[in-house]
């Protein structure tokens, strides 16, 4: 069937087009690039607009006969989001009511929606599932608890079936070496711990060390790249074949701490990795680490990658190859 993907050229939504593909599918990727990378769709159509642009949006869909949608093209920066509010309201919000207008003008009525962990704010329990207050403490986690919600209205009033998937810590890179993360700047903790494996880096900073938790630092649940693509293929395969809207939360169920990331990360790259102490953050809980058991029970889904070695391996290897050739191309 014929997929468009929004945001197909950033992290996430580049290994969902690959995985797509090789499932059989035809993809048309739109992607603004401001966060996306060209050369990360490796296969289908790409156009280069955004979901602002509603007279693109209405071209789309005229020449394109989907089956359905799947939506990365949000900003997902949460400190950001706390300076620039209305960035992510505009963005995040107002540009995905135009891709769902343009959907109900069209006929399209399968959608899958890139949400977060973030809709939860402080965890009122450990592991969090479904039934966990929404109660977002960022302009970010509202801005996609609203888009939630515009999605039961519009799913009530027009029919239009969603999945909203709220994943924790993204992690990891295709296991074939084709893709991997390299947002500018970089924001996550394993690429980060990497970068300074690799000597790209001086140091690594650990925000905070007398949490309660076994070695002090924050845990947080990391899900491989390819899983989480696997659980979103799941997903529309469910709307496709006529299912009902629902929401799932994805992780492994199990956190790793900060510490542990680091230590796993000089393991598996025999690398020393420096590392500065530094004071908590203002709104890091100690702990978040998600319940996919919904996910698992009706889905089918089974993470085949929860080892946060082989996460790290994964990614190990993406930034030995792709910045490797950055750094000789640099030098040549």
Known sequence: MKILVVGGAGYIGSHMVKMLLGAGHEVVTLDNLSNGHRDAV???????????????LRQLFREHDFAGVMHFASFIEVGESVREPLKYYRNNLANTVNLLQAMVEHD??????????????????I?????????????????????????????????LKSVCLRYFNAAGADPEGQLGERHD??????????????????AITVFGSDYDTPDGTCIRDYIHINDLCQAHLLALEHLLAGGDSRAYNLGNGQGFSVREVIDTAR??????????????????PARLV??????????????????????????WRWEQTFFGRQRLAATA
Do not use: C
Request: aromatic fraction near 6%; proline fraction near 8%; hydrophobic fraction near 40%.
């Open 108 to 125: 399209v009525f399968a959608f899958i929606f890139s949400s977060t962990a973030a809709i939860f704010g402080e965890p009122q329990a």
């Open 290 to 315: 998600a319940d996919s058991t919904r996910a698992r029970q009706e889905l089918g889904w089974r993470p085949a990658y929860s080892e946060l070695a082989t996460i790290i391996e994964h990614a």
């Open 267 to 284: 393991a598996v790259t025999r690398r020393d990795i420096p590392v500065i102490e530094s004071e908590r953050r203002p709104g890091d």
């Open 185 to 202: 700047p970089e924001t996550h903790l394993i690429p980060l711990v990497l970068q300074a494996a690799a000597g790209r880096r001086e």
């Open 42 to 56: 490796l296969g289908g159509k790409l156009v280069v607009g955004d979901l602002s642009d509603r007279g693109l």
């Open 127 to 159: 592991p969090i599932d479904e039934t966990h207050p929404r109660n977002p403490i960022n302009p970010y986690g509202r801005s996609k608890w609203m888009v939630e919600q515009v999605l039961a209205d519009v799913d009530q009033a027009h029919g």
